[in-house]
């Protein structure tokens, strides 16, 4: 008996088909540029081996991670292109948290976070001597230079404010305590990237998502390693311009009393009211000064 033929469209559509399947992946990202940071759900998949970890927990902190001050309000779907995780997933995080009072939704659909969630970090704030004896003593050398001073800790990728005096306002955002921004760009960043170890700073330059904010910001691991080595040497940063056009800012080290480098502290101007040497000359020995004050609280 005849073989039935197989009709032409047929054959040429599995024969698309089978080469789809033989061609490697192509990567969204070109060779040479860096790859995406994983996600939340890839982070704690990596970890669900872990007989004593808490995956759920895991989600709802990711959850509350993905809201910024750019994204105060998010969808299940933006969760869940955020986070990783799946829509079902988002939405059982995201109901949960409103249960507990730590976010709200005013339509069911869009989702924002609620006061409450502040005692998340409140309790770290707290235990922490710079954030809570330091304010008195960034006042009073914000009113010596009559610019905002600030405090502020290396997390991952970024900055995080723990303390801030604030007597001008210069950035188009309004920075306060538990503010993140980019390390790699900032002075205080600079600071605290800069005296990290050999292996800890290979490590943060490989992790960067460079971010040409302005004209002037270094994208390119290459250009920082030279920047964060006069950090190093000279005690200090100046970041002109690089973040935002118009802030200028500089920054020093603040040591515990066994000299290790835990946090820093910075001075923000305007770039048309102070230039880089008045910074040296006349900003420099204030912030040292109070960068020793504050080293006395960590005793």
């Known amino acids: 008996m005849p073989r039935p033929r197989t009709p032409k469209s047929t054959k040429r559509t599995k024969r698309a088909e089978g080469n789809n399947r033989a061609a490697p992946a192509q990567s969204q990202f070109p060779a040479n540029s860096p790859a995406a ?24 902190l990711a959850v509350i991670q993905a809201f910024s001050q750019k994204k105060r309000q998010l969808t299940i779907s933006q969760v869940s292109n955020k986070t990783g995780f799946s829509r079902a997933a988002a939405r059982r995080c995201l109901y949960t948290l409103a249960k507990l009072g730590f976010a709200g939704s005013d339509d069911n659909r869009h989702f924002f976070l609620q006061p409450r969630v502040l005692a998340l970090g409140h309790s770290y704030i707290s235990s922490m001597p710079l954030a809570t004896a330091a304010h008195p003593i960034l006042e009073r050398f914000s009113r010596m230079m009559h610019e905002s001073c600030s405090i502020a800790t290396l997390d991952g990728l970024d900055i995080v404010y723990v303390a801030r005096a604030n007597v001008t306002r210069i950035m188009a955002i309004d920075l306060g305590v538990g503010s993140r921004l980019p390390a790699f760009c900032t002075s205080m960043g600079r600071v ?6 050999p292996d800890e700073l290979e490590s ?16 390119t691991a290459d250009k920082l390693r030279p920047v964060l080595r006069t950090v190093l040497r000279n005690g200090y940063a100046i970041v002109d311009q690089e973040l935002e056009l118009g802030l200028r800012s500089m920054a020093v080290p603040i040591q515990s009393p066994s000299g ?25 020995p204030h912030l040292r000064a109070a960068a020793q004050e504050l080293c006395m609280l960590l005793r």
């Open 192 to 197: 605290l990237v800069a005296n990290l170890s």
């Open 37 to 60: 940071p994983p996600t939340p759900s890839a982070q704690i998949d990596a970890l669900t081996g872990d007989p004593d970890f808490m995956t759920s927990l895991a989600r709802g």
């Open 260 to 284: 290790r480098v835990v946090a820093a502290v910075n001075v923000g101007a305007h770039a048309q009211r102070v230039s880089n040497q008045e910074m040296l000359n006349n900003f420099l």
């Open 204 to 219: 943060f330059l490989a992790r960067i998502q460079f971010t040409r904010y302005t004209d002037r910001t270094i994208i």
